[in-house]
Every structure is written in structure tokens, then in C-alpha cells.
């Protein structure tokens, strides 16, 4: 998933969640989220085409995906939420049916690491998770709430 602040996007769906009271673990929590910061994956596209010597496949995404339930606890902290409602797999089946997508997307585990991508020598601004939500979850409330 590659997460921008922006109106649509995954992440904005994962904020209304918390935002709502909800983005509580999705059972059953241990399943891993592989992600990377907007600011990231246009970086390593840029580092992919000035680097004309790497080919095939390449993994974009952060160094550090982690458990779901890691995941929606600290985009919650980012966001400043004590709680979030937990949501059981046949809950998903009807929010991601109304979402028109599969609940797989969110059920699934996925860990997946850049390794050929650190291995160039590709550094990440945002390799973390905590610091990647709190950036994402400040530029939003500054394009919902500009100054």
C-alpha cells in the first residue's frame, strides 16, 4: 500500500476508520501490513531509474512491515485516539462488499521487505511506521484544516 494524505487513497480510508471510533485490530491482528510512504516510493522510483543497472522485480515498500494490530494501534496514537473498535472478519466481508473491494486485501498477510532495494543503497525518509503516521496524519489535518 503506498500511503498519501490525499482524499481516497487507503490511507484516508484507514483514518475515517479511527477517526469514527473504529481502525481497532482486524481480526485477527497477527496478519502483516506491508507499506510505504508516498515520500518513499516516489524516492525509489527516482533512485530506480538513475540506477540503470538494477532490473526486474523490486520490492517498493518500507523495511518495517508489521502486525495489524501494530499498525491501527499507532496510526490511533497518530491520530490521538484511546480506543478503536476491533473488527471481526465477517464485519470486513460487509464493509469491503459496500467498499466494492475484497476483504483479502485486509485479511491477508503480506510481509514483504525491499531487500534488493536496500542492498543499492536506497535510504528511506520514513523506514518507520510511527514516524511515517504521524507525518501522514499532519499533512492531512493541514489539507482538511489549512492555517
Not at 475515517?16 to 518513499?40: A, C, K, M, Y
Not at 478503536?84 to 510481509?111: C, H, N
Not at 532495494?117 to 493541514?142: E, K, N
Amino acid at each position: 500500500m503506498t500511503l498519501t494524505p490525499d482524499p481516497g487513497g487507503v490511507f484516508d480510508v484507514f483514518l475515517n476508520l479511527v477517526r469514527h471510533g473504529l481502525g481497532g485490530t482486524n481480526f485477527p491482528g497477527t496478519q502483516f501490513v506491508s507499506w510505504i510512504h508516498e515520500v518513499d516510493f516516489i524516492r525509489a522510483i527516482e533512485f530506480l531509474i538513475a540506477t540503470p543497472t538494477m532490473s526486474g522485480p523490486i520490492n517498493l515498500t518500507s523495511p518495517n512491515p508489521l502486525p495489524n494490530r501494530d499498525f491501527l494501534r499507532i496510526l490511533r496514537e497518530a491520530w490521538g485516539a484511546r480506543i478503536g473498535l476491533p473488527t471481526a472478519a465477517w464485519m470486513l466481508e460487509i464493509g469491503t462488499f459496500l467498499m466494492r473491494t475484497e476483504s483479502e486485501l485486509v485479511l491477508k498477510s503480506r510481509q514483504v521487505v525491499p531487500c534488493r532495494l536496500l542492498a543499492a543503497g536506497f535510504q528511506f525518509t520514513y523506514p518507520d511506521w510511527p514516524s511515517a503516521a504521524r507525518d501522514l496524519v499532519a499533512r492531512w489535518r493541514q489539507q482538511k484544516f489549512p492555517l
